[in-house]
């Protein structure tokens, strides 16, 4: 399949990040509820966490706070960098902070960790999809996006460069300064790193010829 390079223009995007119309609802909710599942299948996978756990991993590491507390930290400068990027936050920034991490939680708890290998391998692929998908749905109602993702389009808009290669060098970068600084990283974490750039481009072409086929 061809990757989508561009955040493509949707049917149910807003005129601004905080203009929340009815049609943007189910897009919202369910992308954010998505990348919610895959971060849980991943958590499940036992085969390493994301990039940027590993990056609060090592930053929790050096700086003596909790896990929960570096990732807060991380989330508050990447803010931070949005402002000379012009990135604005919305109401899809503030849901994404909430729904992602209750939706994280109950996947997590509710569906079993898998004991084999392929079934833990199964759950990696299959959080770079929820996560990939997620990400298409959520981003292309532009009611602002999460923290990380906001970093992502911003430099995209920016610099003119595909959404594919600026996620992919995000979360490579990341994922190298937390190695470095003592995150731990599994096989899980590698695979993520380098697929779910091509993933969200994928699903933003499916969602384009998807919404071609509906109004040809």
Known sequence: MRLSHRIPTTPWRAASTWAVRPRMIAP????????????????????GATPWTVFAQGVAKHAGISLGWATALISVV????WWPLRERPGFGTVANLVVIALVLDLTATMIPSPSTMVARSVFVVGAVLAIGMGSALY????????????????????LGISVVYIRVTLELSVLAIGWFMGGTVGVGTAIFAGAIGFAI?????ALEWILARATS
Not at 139 to 158: A, F, K
Not at 201 to 205: I, T, Y
Request: with cysteine; charged share 10%.
């Open 28 to 47: 919202l909710f369910t992308g954010l509820a998505l990348f919610g599942v895959g971060e849980g299948l991943l958590v499940l996978s036992r085969l």
């Open 78 to 81: 990447v803010l931070a960098a």
């Open 201 to 205: 481009g994928a699903c933003l072409q």
């Open 139 to 158: 981003l292309t109602t532009g009611l602002g996006p999460g923290p990380r993702d906001g970093l992502m389009t911003s430099l995209h808009r920016r």
